[in-house]
Structures are given as structure tokens and as C-alpha cells.
């Protein structure tokens, strides 16, 4: 049985999962006893009045109102109690806990970027205490994004223009995958996230560790940091290998072919404009998929990739 409802649903590790799983197995089961239940007497009935002979003819029943009133009030009961679990369970999901601890969530084609209250932010990568309400409050750069956390029994849509929200506590340390479940274009499969839940101890060292931008840094340092930090290397490599997007090695300073015929040579300018401005220069043989990084990375910033970019050689 456990093999079995494993099989069904993923780890539950929120909780409000539980809840959620009992209700589910609650319809599951009774629908499975009623079919079970109807398939036998469909199969009874009909070996028990079948035609015997030329002259069996079907008597005339016009109702009974005891097995009417029975097949109603059954399913009627069985209805009611859906309907009420549901009810209550569905307003524990969208009502979140006035001490949640809240965290700002950007989907944009194709990555989601979690913003939090020192000014920290992390792409891809959402960091959450455990045993703690977590609130997302949530919007879109773009299309219509659906963060999903199956582990945690939560999905919400993610829109441009508007605010939606979601909440979970998360019950256990570790990692849990995070989908976009609403089609958003060519990259939509790849955009994936992860939770690390910590330790409340473990999760300010991480707010703290991480919320430098690295300032001090040296910038060819600061800028690698800052590509991995942002998720460039989901669609980048540094070592030639051809991923979604252009290798950045050996790039600098190339001459770039692109889509409408022209060259541009790979310089600070054309850099800059490809990370705040992606679809301005197509880059021929891709695909116009990079997401904007205006309004997520300052000019500082970019000096600092582009310094990484020169290393790159
Ligand atoms: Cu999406």
C-alpha cells in the first residue's frame, strides 16, 4: 500500500499536504468501492434476468420509492462531504498566516526570480526556513507563468500586471522541485526551479552570507559570481559547449553573425545590450529566448560580467 501511494503522489512536506492527500484518497477510495460496488450488480442482474424461455416477458415496475430515495441521499451525502472538506481545506491554502514570512517571486520567460526583504535576491534558487509560513506574493514580467511545488501541494498564476499570492509551511530540511505549470513559450520546459528549506538558524546565515553583491570583490570574481547567481549558465556554458544560448568563452571580441545579416563585434556595448535589451541583436543560429535582466542587474553589475567575459578567453 505504501509502495502504491508513493507510486500516486510525491513526498508530502508541507502541512497542508496531508489534508490534501487525505481528501484525495477519500474520493479515490469511494469511487473505487462504487465502481466495484455497481460493475457486480450489473454483472448479477444480468445472469440473474436473462431471457429464459420465448414466452419470459419483463414486468411492468413503475418506481420504488425506498431504493430511489436510497440512491440519492448516498451519493447526496457523499457530495456534501466533498464539498465541505474541500471548502475548508481550499480556504486554509489562500489564507495565509499574518506573521508569513514574505518573499517577492518574478516569473519571467524562463526563470523565476525571489526577491527578499534585505534585498537579497536569488534566480531559480527559492530559500525558505522550515516549520515557518512562507508567503509568496507574486507577478509577471511577461506571459502567464503557474508556480507549482508538488511537494508542498501548492500551485497559483503567476500574471503580468496583477498580484497573486500563495502560502505553504514547509514541515521538513531539504530541497523540493519547483515547476511553471502554464505553457510559456519555447524554454517553458526549463523553467525549473528548486526550494531549499533550512533550519531558521541556517536560513538567516544563508540571508546573510549571500545578501552581499559581492562589492568587494574582485570584478572578473564578482562577475562569475553574479552568472551563476542569475542562472546565465542554464543557457550559457564557459567551456564551448553549445547550450541554448552562445558559449561565453572565446567570445570576446569576435565578430558576431546575426540574424538580419549584419555583424557586431562582441565589445562592452554589445554585452551590455544583450543582458538589458536580448531580442535588440539575435545571434545567428538561436532563438530570441534570453529573458530581460533590466530592472535585476545595475550597470555596476554587468561591468563585472563583462570582466568575467574577458577571462573567458
Ligand atoms: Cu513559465
Known amino acids: 500500500m505504501n509502495r502504491l501511494i508513493e507510486y500516486m503522489l510525491p513526498p508530502a512536506k508541507s502541512t497542508i499536504a496531508g489534508e490534501t492527500d487525505a481528501l484525495f484518497y477519500f474520493i479515490n477510495v469511494t469511487s473505487f468501492i462504487l465502481l466495484f460496488g455497481i460493475t457486480v450488480a450489473i454483472i448479477y442482474f444480468a445472469w440473474k434476468y436473462k431471457r429464459k424461455s420465448e414466452d419470459d416477458v419483463t414486468p411492468v415496475i413503475s418506481h420504488n420509492n425506498k431504493l430511489e430515495i436510497t440512491w440519492s441521499v448516498i451519493p447526496l451525502i457523499l457530495v456534501i462531504i466533498v464539498f465541505g472538506w474541500g471548502y475548508n481545506t481550499y480556504m486554509k491554502k489562500i489564507t495565509p498566516p499574518s506573521d508569513a514570512y514574505e518573499i517577492r517571486v518574478v516569473g519571467k520567460s524562463w526563470l523565476w526570480e525571489f ?26 514580467d511577461d506571459v502567464i507563468h503557474s508556480l507549482y511545488i508538488p511537494d508542498f501541494r501548492v500551485k497559483m498564476d503567476v500574471l503580468p ?4 499570492q500563495l502560502w505553504f509551511e514547509a514541515t521538513e530540511v531539504g530541497e523540493s522541485i519547483i515547476y511553471c505549470t502554464e505553457y510559456c513559450g519555447t524554454a517553458h520546459s526549463n523553467m525549473l526551479a528548486t526550494t531549499f528549506v533550512h533550519t531558521q538558524e541556517d536560513f538567516e546565515t544563508w540571508l546573510e552570507t549571500s545578501a552581499g553583491d559581492g562589492e568587494d570583490m574582485e570584478p572578473a570574481e564578482r562577475g562569475e559570481m553574479l552568472v551563476q547567481r542569475n542562472a546565465c549558465m542554464t543557457c550559457h556554458s564557459d567551456d564551448g559547449t553549445r547550450l541554448v544560448g552562445p558559449t561565453f568563452q572565446g567570445a570576446w571580441g569576435s565578430d558576431v553573425p546575426l540574424e538580419s545579416g549584419e555583424t557586431v563585434v562582441y565589445d562592452e556595448n554589445y554585452v ?38 574577458k577571462t573567458l578567453q
Not at 500586471?161 to 497573486?164: A, L
Request: glycine share 6%; hydrophobic share 35%; net charge negative.
Open 272 to 309: 551590455r545590450e544583450s543582458i538589458l535589451e536580448p531580442g535588440a541583436k539575435i545571434h545567428e543560429g538561436f532563438q530570441n529566448v534570453m529573458p530581460s535582466y533590466a530592472g535585476t542587474l545595475d550597470d555596476r553589475q554587468i561591468d563585472a560580467i563583462i570582466e568575467y567575459i
Open 115 to 140: 526577491h527578499y526583504a534585505n534585498g537579497n535576491v536569488s534566480v531559480n534558487e527559492l530559500h525558505v526556513p522550515v516549520n515557518r509560513p512562507v508567503k509568496l506574493i507574486m507577478s509577471s
Open 161 to 164: 500586471n496583477r498580484y497573486t
